[in-house]
């Protein structure tokens, strides 16, 4: 496979090269030459395969030329060693958890498929490489648990201070080891500039290797597809073709999903739902794509306002808005919203979820009453513990700490404030 720059003005690259550059020279985002389509026996026949045989015959078109078939199969294996259940809270309405994993939320399987990737292929290299990642919560974390130890990478994570939540927090501060986690006065989407000045910075380019662990890189990005296929897996041939709704910030996860929907994926639609920052929902809508600056939510991890793949799922489309619009509903709620919706999960289902949950079931509600029939799905994109105030505070309850949360939450958390690029800069030509 080879990937281009979706500003058409760099050279075609390998699996590889994408995934260590993260981003083309010309700044543009990295995606596939082609999309191959899976024949229906492929679709029909998923669950008569292990799940790392699924996952090996989706990715292998991917990243096959860069990784040999066996080496791939046991980075998957790896990857997904954990569950992903498809929780039924009524006939037809499904919650997919995909918060089982180390730092409890979805991220996990693209950060650890990155850093299995990193990992491959500097195995002979003796040049260190630098992953800078900007976070508006779960990333770090994530990212830092994926890369902890791994020979020859250092891991510098920004992160907009006071914006995470406590466990949050922790997870990305706490680790110590090859991880450094730099406190940033700011948003996200501030968090996210400094990155990307840094990428085009020909001092820090001469000086170090860097790359990507945002959701721009086709490492992270690519391997999310297997949630939906997972949870088409679970539902059964014979439950019809579900609709999804996604809690969407960067559109990293849902972009991936409309690409296993164009590998064949049998769906009826994906809904983006999306919290005060409603930059993709006016768009959809028929305005001009116009982000406005990022507002704070209680669904923090999708306070982003100008998402990144955004050009990529356009790109999936052939940039063709009737085709997409087809395909992709976009809705925005309010946290006030959000809150209700927590409070009739559990009251009526007796279902605790996160603030992205809810903000995932909020889309695939109002949709379903317009459009009854076959499954509904939201993706739970965190464990609600990762948002403990809010969600104890929402639904009167206490919740128990997961041994995986217990375990960050008597460390001593450790940041360096920055304050502008040029504090960033310095950080990074260091030598440490
Ligand atoms: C990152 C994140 C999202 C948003 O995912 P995108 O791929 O950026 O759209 C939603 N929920 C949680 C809990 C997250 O961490």
């Known amino acids: 496979m080879r990937y281009y720059s979706l500003n058409q003005n760099a050279p075609d690259v390998t699996f590889q090269e994408a995934v260590v550059r993260g981003i083309a020279p010309d700044r543009g985002l990295y995606f596939p030459r082609e999309i191959p389509r899976l024949p229906a ?15 090996l015959e989706l990715m292998r078109p991917y990243a096959g030329e860069s990784i040999p078939n066996e080496a791939l199969s046991a980075m998957l294996a790896e990857t997904l060693s954990f569950d992903f259940p498809l929780v039924e809270l009524a006939p037809g309405l499904y919650s997919l958890e995909l918060y089982h994993g180390p730092t409890m939320a979805f991220k996990d399987v693209g950060a650890r498929f990155m850093a299995h990737c990193l990992g491959y292929f500097s195995r002979d290299s003796d040049r260190e490489v630098t992953v800078l990642v900007a976070t508006s919560g779960d990333t770090g974390g994530a990212v830092a648990r994926g890369f902890l130890g791994v020979p020859g990478v250092r891991v510098v994570i920004l992160y907009p201070e006071g914006k995470v939540s406590e466990v949050q927090e922790r997870q990305l501060t ?111 809508s028929g305005q001009q794509y116009e982000p406005h600056s990022s507002v704070a939510t209680i669904s923090n991890a999708m306070d982003v306002a100008d998402p990144s793949n955004f050009v990529r799922v356009l790109q999936l489309f052939g940039n063709h808005f009737p085709e997409l619009a087809a395909v992709l509903t976009s809705k925005s709620y309010t946290d006030e919203q959000t809150r209700e919706a927590m409070r009739t999960l559990y009251g009526t289902y007796g279902y605790v979820a996160d603030p992205h949950g809810a903000v995932g079931y909020l889309g695939l509600a109002e949709y379903l009453e ?49 304050a502008g690029y040029a504090q960033l800069k310095s950080f990074l030509l260091e030598t440490e």
């Open 41 to 55: 026996s492929f679709w029909n026949s998923l669950n008569t395969m292990a799940v790392t045989e699924l996952a």
């Open 174 to 284: 706490t680790l110590g080891q090859n991880i450094t986690a730099l406190r940033i006065k700011g948003s996200f989407d501030d968090c996210q500039r400094m990155v990307k000045e840094a990428f085009l910075d020909a001092d820090v380019a001469g000086a170090r290797q860097l790359t990507s662990a945002n959701s721009i890189n086709v490492a992270r990005w690519i391997p999310q597809m297997l949630y939906y296929v997972l949870a088409y897996r679970s539902l059964g041939p014979k439950a019809g073709r579900p609709v999804f709704s996604v809690p969407s910030g960067n559109f990293g996860n849902i972009c991936a999903g409309m690409l296993a929907h164009k590998m064949g994926l049998p769906c009826r639609q994906f809904l983006a739902a999306t919290n005060a920052n409603d930059t993709v929902p006016r768009f959809m």
């Open 370 to 418: 317009t459009h009854p029939g076959g499954p509904g799905i939201f993706l739970e994109t965190a464990h609600p513990i990762k948002f403990m105030p809010e969600v104890e505070r929402c639904l009167g309850i206490t919740l128990e700490l997961p041994p995986q949360i217990k375990e960050v939450m008597n460390k001593v958390m450790h940041a360096i404030p920055v």
